[in-house]
């Protein structure tokens, strides 16, 4: 009657996850599924899916992702596989690693920019390094 199967990842596609203006989280953040920030993150995030900081949002720590938009602010180093969309509102400050780029007018990019094809997005296991952990 009841089917309590585990949730397999590909239900998580086009489910996201929100945290609200007014949230502060110090931590790290791993997700496989999208992610919308409006509130305050002082850590590291990886996710396979696509980050939204939103125009309240803000990161302070490394980013790996998919994809991301950002409206808000960010400080630190992000990579993102394929697309990073900087919104007119956005403060960025650090290092950027993506595939593809696009800043909107009035947008605050102060950063480093390298433009690569094929960025790999690894999720870290627990217990292993990561790869800028291993050398």
């Known amino acids: 009657m009841f089917d309590s199967k585990p949730t397999k990842y590909t239900e998580l596609l086009g489910k996201t996850n929100r945290i609200v203006e007014g949230t502060i989280i110090k931590g790290d953040i791993i997700s496989q599924a999208d992610f919308r920030l ?57 290092e950027v690693t993506v595939g593809k780029l696009s800043v909107e007018p009035g947008a605050d990019f102060s950063a480093s920019c390298i433009m690569k094809t094929n960025i790999k997005t690894p999720i870290a296991n627990e217990g292993q390094p990561k790869p800028e952990e291993a050398n």
Not at 39 to 60: R, W, Y
């Open 38 to 94: 409006d509130g305050e993150l002082k850590g590291n995030f990886q996710s396979t899916g696509k980050i939204v900081i939103g125009p309240t949002g803000s990161v302070t720590g490394d980013i790996i992702c998919k994809n991301a938009d950002i409206e808000g602010k960010f400080d630190g180093k992000i990579q993102v596989a394929e697309i990073l969309n900087v919104k007119s509102k956005a403060s960025i400050h650090g």
